[in-house]
């Protein structure tokens, strides 16, 4: 398959791509996604840059209660991570990156995919 490489953000959904581990944000933390303001935002319309350093500026219907303070502090060890770079957005091949897209790569993704065909003895 493949994921999001991110740049500046711009051409990525916060909620709804794949920029940060090995799925959405919105199916890791679908509390916090149905909490959010800004469901439909970009990665960069979520933060700015401040004093040299990016800061997220997250907006919540309500305040968190006590029990979702520890989704709440996973939830920003997971985002932390970005700094936005000044390149666009990309995709990148994740079966070989190195190599890039091919034909062959994809084929052995279907191969290992198909599953034997389940035969009945009568």
């Not at 959010?36 to 800061?55: A, H, P």
Request: proline share 4%; glycine share 8%.
């Amino acid at each position: 398959g493949v994921s999001k490489v991110l740049g500046n953000g711009n051409m990525t959904s916060f909620w709804n791509d794949t920029w940060v581990g090995d799925q959405p944000l919105g199916l890791r933390f679908p509390r916090l996604f149905s909490m959010s303001l800004q469901q439909q935002e970009n990665v960069y319309q979520m933060g700015r840059m401040e004093l040299g350093g990016w800061r997220w500026n997250l907006i919540w219907r309500r305040n968190f209660f006590s029990w979702e303070t520890s989704i709440y502090d996973q939830f920003l060890a997971v985002i932390d991570e970005f700094q936005p770079v000044d390149q666009e957005d990309s995709w990148q091949w994740r079966a070989d990156p190195s190599v890039g897209f091919t034909a062959k790569s994809v084929y052995f993704i279907l191969i290992t995919l198909q599953r034997p065909a389940v035969q009945l003895n009568q």
